[in-house]
């Protein structure tokens, strides 16, 4: 269970190195990617998604390389499983251990101790997604390609609004439950059942992981702004599950 | 924000400087209180209780009874579902914030953050009472002989209670709220952790102090409140309490002892008789057992009792006879 800032700074560093050697590893390999294109592209053929995938690529090239292994492959679902760990336990994690009374017995408000666990969390989850994004333009250098700064903020303002709902509907759940490893493995289920959507060339519309589809970071670098309906109601569900969390959170006997 | 500095209503009277003093200094006092959860009730509707200003009031009761509810309410960490609280002067009202800054209070429940080191656990436990109350803390604790610079995974039971103990004794409080502070404790801790308790309450804090431990309430307290049920069955005086005890004889006749044996002892100087089994406690309407004593020789059709005991009952004993429930 994180709790603290220590908790936090720990847990955020771990993930954004995780997403730092993702990144590296994957800007290193784009000389021998861009070399060996079709032979991957035929790899990547029987699953329409990925042959997709691939063709963006083709198209698009770096830009859209990068975005595809650091937002779509390292950002979303990772992230995804970062906001669901650090987001189940926040609460529940305090039920589950006992820990309640003491935490609340303070003269502390619920509402500051609720805002602080929630910023906290999400900072975690965010920070790094930042951090590593701005490092993209360094390691690029080093394969002679690079990126605008605007499109590498743009992009990953856009990741982390996709991964505010999911953290704020796990911590919402938190609020009320007091299983984490049961929230967890829920929340976790339910977002590799999305990725696995995405995949399915007929389903593929139904699937979240459509927010953060390749094509809509690449439109984002074009148009230069959002799409503000697919990000609008992002975070409004963002607010309304935190104004969720807040009131079972006041309600909650220890 | 009114503390205890800054609040200065009524000044108390008498030579030298008196300490600022504001309305409802020290009191709890709870009107019309009742909660539920579900269909079980916690405490039953329409619980009345004024305490304080100053001095330990015992809160006794068997186990489900509604004591750690109760407590649990006045500091808001438990909803009120109805009635008024008004602790210290703050009204209970939403989170209970305004009444958890002026009061302290120790859960029963002993679940502490055992990757903590026990200087850092006092810390986090006295987040929001300021670098005093800290330092106070960590010298109780320290004059408790407790490690501090260990983690509390490594914390025996009672190391626990008392770091509790020590983050509860710390701010400069009017109100102290303290569930089962002692349990767990070996007789000396105990003892130490009473004296405490005493001269804190000698310097004009109210401390409500539940306890399974009736020897430590006969110590301590000054008042007790007797909940059974979720409804206060006794709120008396200790004293009274005692000179109530010395009114009851508890006699055990032989096994196979002939029947109606409450109906034999009844009498002008007999209040209540409790049949056991063969165990009889007598509570007599004067302090003197010598009529009673004389009057049972004579009675007809009476075994001779076994023995016969006066003024040596236990707090829980005393309970048992006094209002014909288990104490804890």
Same mark, same amino acid.
């Given at each position: 269970?994180?709790?603290?800032?220590?908790?936090?700074?720990?847990?955020?560093?771990? #993930?954004?190195?995780?997403?730092?050697?993702?990144?590296?590893?994957?800007?290193?390999?784009?000389?021998?990617?861009?070399?060996?294109?079709?032979?991957?592209?035929?790899?990547?053929?029987?699953?329409?998604?990925?042959?997709?995938?691939?063709?963006?690529?083709?198209?698009?090239?770096?830009?859209?390389?990068?975005?595809?292994?650091?937002?779509?492959?390292?950002?979303?679902?990772?992230?995804?499983?970062?906001?669901?760990?650090?987001?189940?336990?926040?609460?529940?994690?305090?039920?589950?251990?006992?820990?309640?009374?003491? /935490?609340?017995?303070?003269?502390?408000?619920?509402?500051?101790?609720?805002?602080?666990? /929630?910023?906290?969390?999400?900072?975690?989850?965010?920070?790094?997604?930042?951090?590593?994004?701005?490092?993209?333009?360094?390691?690029?250098?080093?394969?002679?390609?690079?990126?605008?700064?605007?499109?590498?903020?743009?992009?990953?303002?856009?990741?982390?609004?996709?991964?505010?709902?999911?953290?704020?509907?796990? #911590?919402? /759940?938190?609020?009320?439950?007091?299983?984490?490893?049961?929230?967890?493995?829920?929340?976790?289920?339910?977002?590799?059942?999305?990725?696995?959507?995405?995949?399915?060339?007929?389903?593929?519309?139904?699937?979240?992981?459509?927010?953060?589809?390749?094509?809509?970071?690449?439109?984002?670098?074009?148009?230069?702004?959002?799409?503000?309906?697919?990000?609008?109601?992002?975070?409004?569900?963002?607010?309304?599950?935190?104004?969720?969390?807040?009131?079972?959170?006041?309600?909650?006997?220890? | 924000?009114?503390?205890?500095?800054?609040?200065?209503?009524?000044?108390?009277?008498?030579?030298?400087?008196?300490?600022?003093?504001?309305?409802?200094?020290?009191?709890?006092?709870?009107?019309?209180?009742?909660?539920?959860?579900?269909?079980?009730?916690?405490?039953?509707?329409?619980?009345?209780?004024?305490?304080?200003?100053?001095?330990?009031?015992?809160?006794?009761?068997?186990?489900?009874?509604?004591?750690?509810?109760?407590?649990?309410?006045?500091?808001?960490?438990?909803?009120?579902?109805?009635?008024?609280?008004?602790?210290?002067?703050?009204?209970?009202?939403?989170?209970?914030?305004?009444?958890?800054?002026?009061?302290?209070?120790?859960?029963?429940?002993?679940?502490?953050?055992?990757?903590?080191?026990?200087?850092?656990?006092?810390?986090?436990?006295?987040?929001?009472?300021?670098?005093?109350?800290?330092?106070?803390?960590?010298?109780?604790?320290?004059?408790?002989?407790?490690?501090?610079?260990?983690?509390?995974?490594?914390?025996?039971?009672?190391?626990?209670?008392?770091?509790?103990?020590?983050?509860?004794?710390?701010?400069?409080?009017?109100?102290?709220?303290?569930?089962?502070?002692?349990?767990?404790?070996?007789?000396?801790?105990?003892?130490?952790?009473?004296?405490?308790?005493?001269?804190?309450?000698?310097?004009?804090?109210?401390?409500?102090?539940?306890?399974?431990?009736?020897?430590?309430?006969?110590?301590?307290?000054?008042?007790?409140?007797?909940?059974?049920?979720?409804?206060?069955?006794?709120?008396?005086?200790?004293?009274?309490?005692?000179?109530?005890?010395?009114?009851?004889?508890?006699?055990?006749?032989?096994?196979?002892?002939?029947?109606?044996?409450?109906?034999?002892?009844?009498?002008?100087?007999?209040?209540?008789?409790?049949?056991?089994?063969?165990?009889?406690?007598?509570?007599?309407?004067?302090?003197?057992?010598?009529?009673?004593?004389?009057?049972?020789?004579?009675?007809?059709?009476?075994?001779?009792?076994?023995?016969?005991?006066?003024?040596?009952?236990?707090?829980?004993?005393?309970?048992?006879?006094?209002?014909?429930?288990?104490?804890?």
């Amino acid at each position: 269970m994180i709790r603290g800032i220590k908790g936090y700074v720990l847990y955020g560093l771990g #993930f954004f190195i995780v997403l730092e050697l993702m990144l590296f590893a994957a800007i290193f390999y784009w000389p021998t990617f861009a070399e060996n294109f079709s032979a991957i592209s035929k790899l990547a053929s029987p699953i329409p998604m990925l042959r997709n995938l691939t063709t963006v690529v083709k198209e698009e090239g770096i830009p859209a390389y990068v975005i595809g292994q650091h937002y779509f492959k390292g950002c979303s679902a990772l992230g995804t499983a970062a906001c669901v760990l650090f987001a189940a336990s926040a609460i529940a994690g305090e039920a589950h251990r006992g820990t309640m009374e003491i /935490w609340l017995s303070r003269p502390v408000s619920r509402t500051r101790l609720l805002t602080e666990r /929630w910023l906290g969390g999400l900072i975690a989850v965010i920070l790094p997604v930042f951090l590593s994004s701005y490092t993209i333009p360094y390691l690029l250098d080093m394969v002679d390609e690079s990126m605008q700064w605007d499109d590498i903020t743009r992009c990953s303002i856009h990741m982390c609004l996709f991964l505010a709902p999911i953290y704020a509907i796990t #911590f919402a /759940w938190s609020a009320f439950g007091s299983e984490p490893l049961r929230i967890s493995f829920v929340m976790l289920f339910l977002s590799i059942l999305t990725f696995a959507l995405y995949l399915v060339e007929s389903a593929t519309d139904y699937s979240l992981f459509r927010i953060v589809d390749v094509r809509v970071f690449l439109e984002i670098l074009k148009t230069k702004s959002f799409d503000w309906k697919m990000v609008g109601p992002l975070l409004a569900a963002t607010g309304i599950f935190y104004v969720v969390a807040l009131k079972a959170f006041q309600r909650r006997t220890p | 924000m009114t503390t205890r500095t800054e609040a200065a209503i009524s000044p108390s009277e008498g030579p030298g400087p008196a300490p600022p003093t504001y309305a409802g200094q020290g009191v709890i006092s709870v009107e019309g209180l009742g909660h539920r959860f579900g269909d079980k009730i916690a405490l039953q509707d329409g619980l009345n209780l004024t305490l304080g200003p100053g001095g330990v009031v015992g809160l006794l009761g068997p186990n489900g009874s509604g004591k750690s509810t109760l407590m649990r309410i006045l500091v808001g960490l438990v909803p009120k579902q109805m009635g008024t609280a008004v602790v210290d002067g703050a009204t209970l009202l939403g989170d209970g914030l305004a009444v958890r800054k002026r009061v302290t209070y120790a859960p029963g429940e002993l679940h502490l953050y055992g990757e903590m080191k026990g200087s850092e656990h006092l810390k986090l436990l006295l987040r929001g009472r300021g670098h005093a109350a800290v330092e106070k803390a960590l010298s109780i604790a320290a004059g408790l002989d407790l490690p501090l610079h260990r983690r509390v995974r490594g914390y025996s039971h009672g190391m626990k209670r008392q770091l509790l103990f020590a983050a509860s004794m710390g701010p400069d409080v009017r109100v102290r709220i303290l569930d089962e502070i002692s349990e767990g404790l070996d007789p000396t801790k105990r003892s130490q952790i009473l004296g405490r308790i005493e001269e804190d309450a000698d310097s004009g804090t109210t401390i409500l102090l539940s306890s399974h431990h009736l020897a430590e309430i006969d110590r301590a307290c000054k008042r007790i409140v007797f909940l059974n049920d979720g409804r206060i069955i006794a709120d008396e005086d200790s004293e009274a309490v005692r000179q109530r005890a010395a009114r009851v004889i508890k006699i055990r006749f032989a096994e196979g002892s002939e029947g109606l044996i409450e109906a034999k002892l009844q009498g002008d100087d007999v209040e209540r008789v409790d049949v056991e089994g063969n165990d009889v406690r007598v509570l007599l309407r004067e302090e003197d057992p010598r009529p009673f004593l004389g009057r049972l020789s004579g009675i007809q059709g009476l075994s001779a009792p076994q023995s016969v005991e006066h003024g040596k009952l236990s707090l829980r004993e005393l309970y048992r006879s006094l209002y014909g429930v288990e104490g804890t």
